[in-house]
């Protein structure tokens, strides 16, 4: 049972290009998530999903898309990279709205 | 974005004293979650709690979920050097809408 899991650990992109960040939990959780983290600024959410095929937008989602072809996958997109989206991106998931959470190890962006 | 307020911001201790941390808010949760953050890693869970007034240990560490539901304290107990992290409080509020909203972070460090 590894819990959620994030691929890649690192990555470094250059300005426009194009990368997805994949999370994958074996918890049969109904709901996932993706954070991003920066300093003084704390976890902050970009997108979710309630379930398989549905997606919603978070506090940051602008810049970002997400799909979630199957219940235990949960895909972040960026089409065109900016600086400013570098950041450590954290994926979550949970059996329901109102249970805790469970984060992955997360995944270090950096975009030049 | 909607951050919880957590004290105090940071903590240096020697090995073997008590910790005592906060979290505060001006809405009521209907849960609280405790997490721990070690450098370049995802935070993971320590204690969930469901029920105002509710007390919940795991090993060293005792949580309590605030009567006001608007609070919630975090302890440990004979602080080890391994107890070195950032802590955060997490609430959840339920309904249509919910979403985790996170504290800004406990720095604890333990020396030897």
């Known amino acids: 049972n590894a819990g959620v899991t994030q691929t890649p650990k690192f990555r470094v992109l250059k300005t426009g290009q194009s990368m997805t960040l994949l999370c994958a939990q074996d918890?049969?959780?109904?709901?996932m998530y993706w954070y991003r983290q920066d300093p003084g600024m704390g976890l902050r959410l970009i997108h979710y999903?309630?379930?398989?095929?549905?997606?919603a937008k978070g506090e940051v989602p602008d810049g970002y898309n997400v799909s979630r072809l199957k219940k235990q996958n949960f895909l972040l997109g960026l089409e065109s990279a900016a600086p400013s989206q570098t950041s450590v991106y954290f994926c979550?998931?949970?059996?329901?709205?109102?249970?805790?959470?469970?984060f992955g190890p997360g995944t270090r962006l950096t975009v030049t | 974005g909607q951050q919880l307020n957590q004290s105090p911001q940071s903590m240096f201790i020697q090995e073997g004293e008590d910790v005592s941390m906060n979290c505060t808010s001006s809405?009521?949760?209907?849960?609280w979650l405790w997490y721990k953050q070690d450098p370049g890693e995802g935070p993971v869970l320590l204690i969930a709690?469901?029920?105002?007034?509710e007390l919940t240990s795991n090993g060293r560490l005792t949580a309590q979920f605030g009567i006001t539901r608007k609070d919630s304290f975090l302890n440990i107990s004979a602080s080890i050097p391994s107890d070195v992290g950032i802590y955060f409080c997490?609430?959840?509020?339920?309904?249509?809408?919910?979403?985790?909203?996170f504290g800004t972070g406990t720095l604890l460090a333990v020396q030897p």
């Open positions: 979550a998931s949970s059996y329901s709205e109102t249970y805790e959470q469970y």
């Open positions: 918890m049969n959780h109904e709901y």
């Open positions: 999903s309630v379930g398989e095929g549905t997606t």
């Open positions: 809405s009521i949760f209907n849960t």
């Open positions: 709690l469901y029920k105002a007034g």
């Open positions: 997490a609430g959840l509020r339920g309904g249509a809408t919910n979403k985790l909203i």
